[in-house]
Protein backbone atom coordinates (compact mmCIF):
# COMPACT_ATOMS: atom_id res chain seq x y z
CA UNK A 1 0.00 0.00 0.00
CA UNK A 2 1.37 3.81 -1.43
CA UNK A 3 1.12 6.25 1.65
CA UNK A 4 1.62 9.12 -0.99
CA UNK A 5 0.29 8.10 -4.13
CA UNK A 6 0.55 11.30 -5.62
CA UNK A 7 4.28 11.49 -5.16
CA UNK A 8 5.26 9.10 -8.32
CA UNK A 9 8.85 8.66 -7.12
CA UNK A 10 10.64 6.18 -9.42
CA UNK A 11 14.08 4.22 -9.16
CA UNK A 12 16.15 7.22 -9.81
CA UNK A 13 14.65 9.63 -6.78
CA UNK A 14 15.60 6.48 -4.92
CA UNK A 15 19.02 6.49 -5.84
CA UNK A 16 19.20 10.60 -5.35
CA UNK A 17 17.52 10.54 -2.32
CA UNK A 18 20.34 7.33 -0.95
CA UNK A 19 23.40 9.44 -2.37
CA UNK A 20 21.75 12.26 -0.26
CA UNK A 21 21.62 10.33 2.88
CA UNK A 22 25.21 8.82 1.42
CA UNK A 23 26.82 12.58 1.58
CA UNK A 24 25.16 13.11 4.55
CA UNK A 25 27.10 10.36 6.61
CA UNK A 26 30.10 11.22 5.10
CA UNK A 27 29.48 14.98 6.60
CA UNK A 28 29.05 13.58 10.36
CA UNK A 29 31.94 10.93 10.32
CA UNK A 30 34.62 12.64 8.40
CA UNK A 31 33.56 16.26 9.82
CA UNK A 32 32.94 17.98 6.14
CA UNK A 33 31.79 21.69 6.58
CA UNK A 34 28.01 22.73 5.57
CA UNK A 35 29.58 24.57 2.55
CA UNK A 36 31.64 20.89 1.28
CA UNK A 37 28.02 19.10 1.88
CA UNK A 38 25.88 21.74 0.05
CA UNK A 39 28.37 21.91 -2.79
CA UNK A 40 28.55 18.36 -3.03
CA UNK A 41 24.90 17.82 -2.84
CA UNK A 42 24.23 20.29 -6.55
CA UNK A 43 26.75 18.33 -7.88
CA UNK A 44 24.87 15.38 -7.36
CA UNK A 45 21.86 17.11 -8.20
CA UNK A 46 23.62 18.68 -11.92
CA UNK A 47 24.56 14.87 -12.57
CA UNK A 48 21.03 13.89 -11.96
CA UNK A 49 19.71 16.89 -14.39
CA UNK A 50 22.06 15.79 -16.92
CA UNK A 51 21.62 12.44 -16.86
CA UNK A 52 17.90 12.84 -17.82
CA UNK A 53 18.14 15.14 -20.86
CA UNK A 54 17.31 13.67 -23.57
CA UNK A 55 19.68 14.45 -26.46
CA UNK A 56 18.69 16.06 -29.74
CA UNK A 57 17.73 13.66 -32.70
CA UNK A 58 19.34 15.16 -35.62
CA UNK A 59 19.54 13.56 -38.65
CA UNK A 60 23.46 13.90 -39.13
CA UNK A 61 23.38 11.87 -42.49
CA UNK A 62 20.10 12.72 -43.82
CA UNK A 63 22.28 14.33 -47.16
CA UNK A 64 23.04 10.19 -47.80
CA UNK A 65 19.41 9.04 -47.49
CA UNK A 66 18.76 11.66 -51.31
Request: charged share 20%; aromatic share 16%.
Amino acid sequence: MMMYPYLKLGPRDGVLLISAFIMLALTLIFKWSVWEFLFAFVAVIIAFIAGRMKPDKKNVLAFLKR
